[in-house]
């Protein structure tokens, strides 16, 4: 999983000759490095905001309490579903409480709740963190790049509910790790657990295990991501090549996975069952991390055979969301022509005739009008105080003072004219875009520029609204998929013609409207 692109800011010129880093490679490193460090910078800033929380909060340690946060959310937040708010604060209670046992129960809450927020960064308007890191480029250029992560958010659930997720960058401050690549992290990690457990060291190789399973958590939100983003648009996601390699990767690798974690589970039932507890403490407590790494591996299986279900549902769910797009129904909405469905039809018509047409319209045009709240003594004083003589023409009307609008159009009336003329094509013969673009630029050198923004609008022309108008002829635009051979201009050699209208069918919609 990649951390989000980030964006520069503020390039900054450096000769080739002072730069620190020698090669692409090493300052992306170091940019990698820098966003790792990033991701933890919320963490320490909590330890160093607690001293403005009203009471003596110096004795927790909010660091420690927000990396027991991310472990909760991460462990209890299922393919579909998250964790619930309410449980990670109350699984959180015991290790707030194990800080400061001689503070009550509601300051223990309080802490976690505020650990919680922080993470989610509720006060912020898109709730995310954001650092600001300089890299070189290949050309010798510093620039300063925002990097913007989040490392608990929030996602919708069924019935309105509110869960929580972790995200990569968080899974990365958890596991210790650069953003490195989820497949290689896995399959090192599982190497390295085996090794641990041949070896006999089960304390180290319960924290491989551990980091194993976070990272078989990362690979099922990649997909889940994927598949949530087809939900939405399908065309946003590259289904024709990305996804399917994606798939069969991940086939392949839940397969070796759970082939080596069988293998790795009867290795640790062989060890937690020799191991005898003959009193000894080390015996024991060998026996208890064995006991442990069993429920380790069994739940890195479970997440692994139920990421294989959801890889085996994402072709079918893929084909159910494109014909479900694709033919969806677009929405009905019918658009009003003020020109052509009102005024037109009523300009000839006599006044008493065409008052009775604007009144409906603009009594049902104008919306509803709240009335105004009727109090007793408004009413009497409305009917005790007497009219107001008005003058017979009424008020009089200020001056008003007119500004010339300037004119910031790009083409002229001359230009446009020539325009015109190039279109209106003489014995309603078509003809070919490119040649229209050729002869406007004998003309005018801007003029080639007016021709296509006019041919681009006739590819669509408006029948409807040229019938209600009373035009005779229409300019239209058709694309036979002849690609446009041009200097200035690229896409398809449309055909350009002229096409007449119905004069008897403009007269019966003209009357039918009026």
Not at 99 to 113: K, L
Not at 294 to 310: A, E, F, G, N
Not at 406 to 432: K, N, W
Not at 453 to 460: C, E, M, R
Request: charged fraction near 25%.
């Amino acid at each position: 999983m990649t951390s989000p692109a980030p964006t520069d800011t503020a390039p900054s010129q450096l000769s080739a000759g002072h730069r620190p880093a020698q090669g692409p490679a090493a300052d992306e490193g170091l940019a990698r490095r820098l966003r790792a460090l990033a991701c933890t910078a919320p963490l320490h800033d909590l330890d160093a905001r607690k001293a403005n929380l009203a009471g003596e909060y110096g004795v927790y340690a909010m660091a420690e309490v927000a990396l027991a946060a991310i472990d909760l959310v991460t462990l209890h937040m299922d393919f579909d579903t998250g964790a619930d708010h309410e449980q990670i604060v109350a699984r959180l209670l015991p290790r707030v409480a194990a800080q400061a046992p001689a503070r009550p129960a509601a300051e223990h809450e309080r802490v976690a709740r505020w650990v919680l927020e922080n993470l989610i960064n509720v006060g912020s308007v898109d709730r995310g963190f954001r650092a600001v890191y300089g890299t070189f480029g290949t050309d010798g250029v510093y620039r300063r790049r925002d990097y913007d992560f989040k490392l608990v958010e929030e996602v919708p659930g069924d019935g309105g509910s509110v869960y929580l997720r972790t995200t990569d960058e968080a899974v990365n401050v958890l596991v210790g790790a650069l953003d490195t690549d989820v497949t290689s992290a896995q399959i090192a990690a599982e190497v390295k657990l085996e090794v641990l457990i041949n070896r006999g060291r089960l304390a180290d190789a319960q924290l491989a295990a551990e980091q194993a399973r976070y990272r078989t958590v990362q690979y099922a939100e990649t997909l889940r991501r994927t598949l949530e983003a087809t939900r939405r648009n399908v065309r946003a996601v590259d289904w024709l090549r990305t996804v399917p390699d994606m798939i069969d990767e991940a086939l392949d690798h839940v397969a070796d996975r759970y082939r080596h974690e069988n293998a790795i589970l009867t290795n640790i039932r062989r060890a937690r069952d020799e191991a005898e507890t003959n009193g000894d403490p080390k015996t024991a407590e060998h026996k208890r991390r064995a006991a442990e790494l069993v429920d380790i591996v069994k739940d890195c299986i479970r997440r692994h055979t139920q990421l294989q279900s959801r890889l085996l549902e994402a072709g079918p769910l893929f084909r159910a969301e494109q014909d479900r797009q694709a033919f969806a129904r677009p929405a009905a909405r019918a658009g009003l022509d003020l020109y052509g469905q009102l005024v037109a039809p009523l300009l000839p018509l006599p006044v008493a005739d065409a008052s009775r047409v604007t009144d409906a319209y603009f009594a049902r045009g104008t919306g509803l009008r709240t009335p105004a709240a009727v109090r007793v003594g408004d009413l009497v004083e409305l009917l005790l105080t007497p009219p107001v003589e008005r003058a017979h023409l009424g008020a009089e009307m200020p001056e008003p003072d007119l500004v010339a609008t300037p004119d910031d159009s790009r083409f002229s009336e001359e230009q446009l004219a020539h325009a015109m003329e190039l279109l209106t094509l003489e014995h309603d013969a078509p003809r070919r875009l490119s040649g229209l673009l050729a002869e406007a630029r004998e003309r005018d050198p801007d003029l080639p520029y007016l021709i296509a923004l006019l041919a681009v609008h006739a590819a669509s022309p408006p029948v409807g609204t040229a019938y209600r108008q009373g035009e005779e002829r229409l300019l239209f635009a058709v694309d036979d998929g002849t690609p446009l051979d041009d200097p200035e201009f690229g896409g398809a050699d449309l055909i350009v013609g002229t096409a007449l209208l119905d004069a008897a069918a403009m007269a019966t919609a003209r009357t039918e409207a009026a």
